[in-house]
T-cell receptor
Framework: LAKTTQPISMDSYEGQEVNITCSHNNIATNDYITWYQQFPSQGPRFIIQGYKTKVTNEVASLFIPADRKSSTLSLPRVSLSDTAVYYCLVGDMRQAGTALIFGKGTTLSVSS | DVKVTQSSRYLVKRTGEKVFLECVQDMDHENMFWYRQDPGLGLRLIYFSYDVKMKEKGDIPEGYSVSREKKERFSLILESASTNQTSMYLC??????????????FGPGTRLTVL
């Protein structure tokens, strides 16, 4: 399974755009890139997933360069409620008997 | 909405006790997972199952076993609880899809304290 590297922590202020970059140098051809968000005392929640280029939903955007060796989660105009841990994962769950590795994630702190 | 439920939010057990953590999902997911989460260590995969009676070891299976007799239920068993198994335990489930989809649905977690 591809290993990911992301910053341990980031700080931001309300209203700013936050970009969290994840490195995954040995990503496999069939792997997808997935981001999760976790609030204290809750289980992680799926945010966004992509394979290449750009994906956008109501919560975030995901930018993936052509070589797919990294990806950037972009949170527009963060608020205090975006304070959470963000996990970057790569893998292909189409195969039975595979699982994703979560790692330590990036702790985002948003201040007013 | 997908629902993953865990039998307890908080549990206190004594060293040496046998502990059962139960997880139930209502979306007919093939995959089910057990993680533990400790401060500074992120989520670590203990065991997972991709079908009834099938199981695969994760990164830290030592001291744990699992049981999946029915598709909707996945149990984590601590045969003889120890203090270093005090942790938050999270269960998750997901489909095995034909198109890549890595979305897992998590339960609320069980905070286990072993005294």
């Amino acid at each position: 399974l591809a290993k990911t590297t992301q910053p341990i922590s980031m700080d931001s202020y309300e209203g700013q755009e936050v970009n969290i970059t994840c490195s995954h140098n040995n990503i496999a051809t069939n792997d997808y890139i997935t981001w999760y968000q976790q609030f204290p005392s809750q289980g992680p929640r799926f945010i966004i997933q992509g394979y290449k280029t750009k994906v956008t939903n109501e919560v975030a955007s995901l930018f993936i360069p052509a070589d797919r060796k990294s990806s950037t989660l972009s949170l527009p105009r963060v608020s205090l409620s975006d304070t959470a841990v963000y996990y970057c994962l790569v893998g292909d769950m189409r195969q039975a008997g595979t699982a994703l590795i979560f790692g330590k994630g990036t702790t985002l702190s948003v201040s007013s | 909405d997908v629902k993953v439920t865990q039998s307890s939010r908080y549990l206190v057990k004594r060293t040496g006790e046998k502990v059962f953590l139960e997880c139930v999902q209502d979306m007919d997911h093939e995959n089910m997972f057990w993680y533990r989460q400790d401060p500074g260590l992120g989520l670590r995969l203990i065991y997972f199952s991709y079908d009834v009676k099938m199981k695969e070891k994760g990164d830290i299976p030592e001291g744990y076993s699992v049981s999946r007799e029915k598709k909707e239920r996945f149990s984590l068993i601590l045969e003889s609880a120890s203090t270093n198994q005090t942790s938050m335990y999270l269960c998750a489930s997901s489909f095995v899809r034909t198109v890549g989809d890595n979305e897992q649905f998590f339960g609320p977690g069980t905070r286990l304290t072993v005294l």
